[in-house]
C-alpha cells in the first residue's frame, strides 16, 4: 500500500540536526534507528522500532547486546559489511525471531529493511541508518489471497449462477459449473464459445455496442439481454468486473449473471471499492511525481556542471594533440623551407626560380597554419603584458572597415571603464580580426558588426579563476549557428564553409589565445539571429614605462668570417639542412645525432656555438645543455625547438636564452649563429 509520511532517508538527508531527526523520524512511516561506529551502538531508535522490539532499552548499546536472540542469524555481519564496503544493503522479507517483551518467547516476524551506510567529511562509515517495515500482517495476507483464490475457484463452482473470467483478449480463461450447466455443453465448449452467439436477435446489436463501451471504459458494466440456454429464452443481467495485475496492468475482466437486485447491489460495491483503490492511486502518484520533480531539477543541475567539465577536458586533450602536431608539423617545415631557400638562391633558371618560389610560399602558409595550431594549443610563446583595451580596438577600426568591405557597417561600443587586460596586443589583434572575417562570412548579403567592451566580475565558472575581467563581444547581424555547429565552433579543423574557404582553426585560435591569458570564449548564436563571440580576459593595472632597453647589456655581436659549429639533432632531415645551410654561409660543422656522441665532439672539434635540438631520444636537449654548461660554461648554446619546448627550455636554461624557432629560414639561422658564437 503507499505511505504517506516521507522516509527516513529523505528525512536525514533533509535536516541533519540530530534534534530535528529525532522529532522527525518519530512521524516516519515505519521502524527507524541510527548506529554509530564500528560496534554499531544505538544513537536513535522511533517507536516503532522499539515497539517491534519489544520496548527494550537500546540507546547506548551495541547491536550484539541489545539483541542476544539474534546471534545466529546473520543480521550482524550484514551490518559489518555495510560498514566496510560502504555500500547499503537491502533485505525484502527476511525472516527474524525476537522478543517481543521481557520474559516472553520469540515471535517470527517478516522485515523488509536497507542499511544504509552514513558518511563523514572524509568520506568514511561513520555510522548505519536502519529503516524497514514489518511485512508480517502482508505476508499473512498474501498467503490468505492464495488460498482464497483457490476457495474462489471451489465456491465460483457451487454457485448457483453463472460466473465466468476473460483475458485481455475477450475470450474466457475460466467458467464455472452453474455456466456450463446453463449452456448445456461440456466445460470446453462452453469456455470457448462466443457469447454473442447465443443472444437474441432483437438484442443483439445493442448488447454488443454496449459491450465494447463498458470493456474500453476499464470499468464495471451490466448488461441486460435475453440469452438462448437449455430452457430457451431467459432474461439475464450480467455485471463485468476488470481484473488487475499485481503491477496494476488490467488482464480482463469477471463477470457472472443473476438477478436484477443482487446485480445492482454487485455494482454499487465494485464502485466503491474502485472509487477508493483510485482515491489511493492517485495521492500516491502524486507523492512520487514530487519527489521525481527534485530528483530531476537536481540531475539536471548535475549534468549542466558535468558538461562544462567533459567540454574543458574535451579542449584541453585536443590542445594537446594539435600541439604535438603542430611541432612535428614544424620539424618538417624547417629543412624544406631551408632547402627551396637554397634553391632558390643558386638556380638561374627563371622557370625553375618560380616553382622554388611557389613552393616556397607554400611552405610558409603551412608554417602559418602550423602557427594557428601552437595558438590554440596554448604552448606557442607568446608576450603577456597590460593592453589597453579600447584603444586596441580603436586603431583596429580603419582596418576592420577595409576587410570587411562597404556592405558591413561596423559600430564600437567601447565602455570607459574596461580598462586594461593581459594578453599578447599582437594575438589580440589577430584573435578579432579572425571574429571580424568569420562576422564577414555569415553575413553574405551585408549586415552589422559591433565590437563592445566592458569590465566584469566573475564569481564562479568552470574555466577561469573567479575575478575582475575585460569582456570583447564580437556581435554580428549575420545567419547565426544551429546547436549542433555551436557545440563544434572552437574544434580545430571544424568549418561550415565550402571546401578551400577555410581552414577551421579560426575560432580555435581565438579559444587558444584566450586561454593562454587566464581568459575563455563564449558563444551565443542562433539560427537567423546573429552570433556574440565573447572574450573574457584577465583585468590589469595599466603598465609602468619599460625600464630600459631589452637585452642593453647583451654584449658586443660580432659576425664571423668562419668558425666551427657543433649540430646535434636526431632527426637526420633537420641535422643535414643545419650542416649544409650553416656551411653555405662559411662556417666549419661538426654534427652529431644523439646528446653523448655530442658532448664527446665537444672536447675533440673544440667549437665555437652549439646548435642543440630540445627533443631527443634518450638524452635530450636540457640535460645536454647541463653537462655542457659544467665542462664549457662560456660556451655559447642556441637551441633549435618547434615552438612546443619553449617553457621547459626556459626552466632549464633561465629566461632569455637564445631560441631558434622552428620552422626558420636560412636569414635567420645565419643572424642567429653570427649574433651568438663566441670569439
Known amino acids: 500500500m503507499p505511505r504517506s509520511r516521507p522516509s527516513a532517508s529523505a528525512i536525514a538527508a533533509a535536516l541533519p540536526d540530530a534534534g530535528q531527526l529525532e522529532e522527525l523520524f518519530a512521524k516516519v512511516d515505519g521502524f527507524v534507528a541510527v548506529l554509530r561506529g564500528p560496534d554499531h551502538v544505538f544513537a536513535m531508535a522511533n517507536r516503532d522500532y522499539r515497539d517491534l522490539t519489544g520496548g527494550r532499552d537500546l540507546i547506548g548499546r551495541t547491536v550484539r547486546d541489545a539483541f542476544p536472540e539474534l546471534a545466529d542469524a546473520p543480521f550482524f555481519e550484514l551490518l559489518d559489511e555495510v560498514r566496510d564496503s560502504g ?213 539536471a543541475d548535475r549534468m549542466r556542471a558535468e558538461d562544462q567539465l567533459r567540454q574543458a577536458q574535451k579542449m584541453e586533450a585536443v590542445g594537446q594533440l594539435t600541439g604535438g602536431i603542430a611541432h612535428d608539423f614544424n620539424n618538417l617545415l624547417t629543412p624544406i623551407i631551408g632547402g627551396l631557400e637554397m634553391l632558390r638562391s643558386r638556380v638561374e ?39 589597453g583595451v579600447n584603444p586596441l580596438v580603436a586603431n583596429m577600426e580603419d582596418l576592420l572597415r577595409h576587410a570587411l568591405g562597404s556592405g558591413i557597417a561596423v559600430g564600437m561600443e567601447l565602455d570607459p571603464e574596461a580598462g586594461h587586460a593581459t594578453c599578447d596586443a599582437n594575438q589580440l589583434e589577430n584573435a578579432l580580426l579572425n571574429l571580424a572575417i568569420n562576422a564577414r562570412d555569415a553575413m553574405p548579403e551585408g549586415g552589422r558588426l559591433t565590437i563592445r567592451t566592458r569590465r566584469d566580475r566573475v564569481d564562479h565558472a568552470m574555466e577561469v579563476e573567479p575575478g575582475d575581467y575585460v569582456a570583447i563581444e564580437v556581435v554580428d547581424t549575420g545567419e547565426g549557428m544551429s546547436s549542433d555547429v555551436l557545440a563544434r565552433a572552437v574544434e580545430p579543423f571544424f568549418s561550415t564553409k565550402p571546401m578551400g574557404k577555410g581552414t577551421g582553426l579560426g575560432l580555435a585560435q581565438v579559444y587558444g589565445i584566450a586561454r593562454q591569458a587566464g581568459g575563455t570564449l563564449a558563444i551565443e548564436s542562433e539560427p537567423g539571429k546573429g552570433t556574440t563571440v565573447r572574450l573574457l580576459l584577465p583585468a590589469a593595472e595599466a603598465a609602468e614605462a619599460a625600464a630600459g632597453g631589452e637585452n642593453a647589456d647583451a654584449g658586443t655581436r660580432r659576425v664571423r668570417d668562419a668558425g666551427t659549429v657543433l649540430v646535434i639533432d636526431d632527426d637526420p632531415a633537420v641535422r643535414t639542412f643545419l650542416s649544409d645551410s650553416l656551411q653555405e654561409i662559411g662556417y666549419r660543422v661538426v654534427s652529431a645525432e644523439g646528446g653523448a656522441e655530442g658532448l664527446e665532439l665537444i672536447e675533440t672539434a673544440e667549437p665555437q656555438l652549439v646548435l642543440l635540438d630540445y627533443a631527443m631520444p634518450q638524452m635530450h636537449g636540457a640535460d645536454v645543455a647541463r653537462e655542457v654548461r659544467k665542462t664549457h660554461p662560456e660556451l655559447p648554446i642556441v637551441f633549435v625547438t618547434g615552438f612546443a619546448e619553449t617553457r621547459q627550455i626556459e626552466a632549464v636554461m633561465g629566461a632569455g636564452c637564445a631560441i631558434l624557432k622552428k620552422p626558420f629560414t636560412i636569414a635567420d639561422l645565419a643572424a642567429t649563429v653570427e649574433e651568438n658564437i663566441a670569439a
Open 87 to 299: 555500500r547499503a544493503y537491502v533485505g525484502h522479507s527476511l525472516h527474524v525471531q525476537l522478543k517481543t517483551g521481557e520474559g516472553d518467547a520469540l515471535a517470527d516476524r517478516i522485515l523488509d529493511f536497507v542499511y544504509q551506510p552514513v558518511f563523514d567529511d572524509t568520506g568514511a562509515v561513520s555510522g548505519i541508518l536502519v529503516e524497514g517495515h514489518d511485512v508480517t500482517e502482508q505476508h499473512h495476507a498474501l498467503d490468505a489471497l492464495r488460498e482464497s483464490e483457490e476457495r474462489f475457484r471451489l465456491i465460483a463452482d457451487s454457485a448457483p449462477v453463472p460466473m465466468w473470467v476473460t483475458r485481455i483478449d475477450r475470450k474466457r480463461s475460466f467458467v464455472n459449473r452453474a455456466y456450463v450447466d446453463f449452456l448445456g455443453l461440456s466445460y470446453a465448449k462452453a469456455r470457448d464459445l462466443d457469447w454473442r452467439t447465443i443472444l437474441h436477435p432483437d438484442d443483439h446489436d445493442r448488447i454488443v455496442a454496449e459491450s465494447i463501451a463498458g470493456e474500453a471504459s476499464l470499468k464495471p458494466f451490466v448488461l441486460e439481454a435475453r440469452y438462448r440456454t437449455t430452457l430457451g429464452w431467459r432474461w439475464m443481467r450480467s455485471m463485468s468486473q476488470p481484473r488487475w495485475g499485481a503491477d496494476g496492468a488490467h488482464e480482463g475482466f469477471i463477470g457472472v449473471a443473476h438477478d436484477v437486485t443482487e446485480a445492482k447491489d454487485a455494482e454499487a460495491a465494485l464502485r466503491e471499492i474502485n472509487d477508493t483503490l483510485e482515491k489511493k492511486v492517485a495521492e500516491r502518484t502524486a507523492d512520487l511525481v514530487a519527489a521525481l520533480n527534485r530528483v530531476q531539477a537536481e540531475m
Open 349 to 387: 633558371d627563371a622557370r625553375m626560380r618560380r616553382m622554388a618560389e611557389t613552393a616556397l610560399e607554400s611552405a610558409r602558409r603551412g608554417a602559418k597554419l602550423a602557427g594557428q595550431l601552437l595558438a590554440f594549443s596554448r604552448v606557442q610563446r607568446i608576450s603577456m603584458a597590460p593592453v
